[in-house]
């Protein structure tokens, strides 16, 4: 099972910040926090990961609490490109080396 | 830089039949990834292969199999196919295997069983 936990959906407007949290309190101090995106029917698509610094890429930011039990994935100017579904996956690899655990996901609206 | 790559796009099968599946994984990267995405449902791990060998494989039956090739590319099997086999079949790759490597996903390829 996945040990992350996401709202379900979220709905963002055009041009303004989408912020996406994900809860992982049973994260170990090791273990990265990876962030992917589906487009419909499309492969997950990686954006960004971090273990405890916060992170920032050409697609988002990253941003880890001090304790890791959360993070929040920032796409700062959501255009209606970015309507997707977010996965966030901690550990990465859960209990067996190899394989990614993709729960639900939030099903991201951006809407103009 | 080419991504992974897989084919076919789209594959339609009859019940009792056998699919193969290919995936060509990022130059370079030497593991490679399987899952599977029926309708609705989540991602769910297959196999993984690295250096030729399986690594790890998912709650999945038998008849689903696969091989990685001296290249490192790979084919995914799936034998006696059932209708609830109709999914879309990610591939995925990634430098090396480990905690901190990146796997990055293909387009995948959908597979309609009749």
């Known amino acids: 099972d996945a040990k992350t936990t996401q709202p379900p959906s979220m709905d963002c407007a055009e041009g303004r910040a989408a912020n996406l949290p994900c809860n992982h309190s049973?994260?170990?101090?090791?273990?990265?926090v990876y962030w992917y995106r589906q487009i419909h029917s499309q492969g997950p698509q990686y954006i960004i990961h971090g273990l405890k610094n916060n992170e920032t890429n050409e697609m988002a930011s990253l941003i880890i609490t001090e304790d890791r039990k959360s993070s929040t994935l920032i796409l700062p100017h959501a255009t209606l490109r970015d309507t997707a579904v977010y996965y966030c996956?901690?550990?990465?690899?859960?209990?067996?080396?190899?394989?990614?655990?993709f729960g639900k996901g939030t099903k991201l609206s951006v809407k103009p | 830089e080419a991504g992974v790559t897989q084919s076919p796009t789209h594959l339609i099968k009859t019940r009792g039949q056998q699919a193969t599946l290919r995936c060509s994984p990022i130059s370079g990267h030497t593991s490679v990834y399987w899952y599977q995405q029926a309708l609705g449902l989540g991602l769910q791990f297959l196999l993984w292969y690295d250096e030729g060998e399986e690594r790890n494989r998912g709650n999945f039956p038998p008849r689903f199999s696969g091989r990685q090739f001296p290249n490192y590319s790979s084919e995914l099997n799936v034998n006696a196919l059932e209708l609830e086999d109709s999914a879309l079949y990610l591939c995925a790759s990634s430098l090396v295997w480990g905690s901190t490597e990146t796997q990055y996903f293909g387009p995948g390829t959908r597979l309609l069983v009749l």
């Open positions: 996956i901690a550990p990465v690899y859960g209990g067996s080396q190899g394989n990614l655990i």
């Open positions: 049973t994260i170990s101090g090791n273990e990265y």
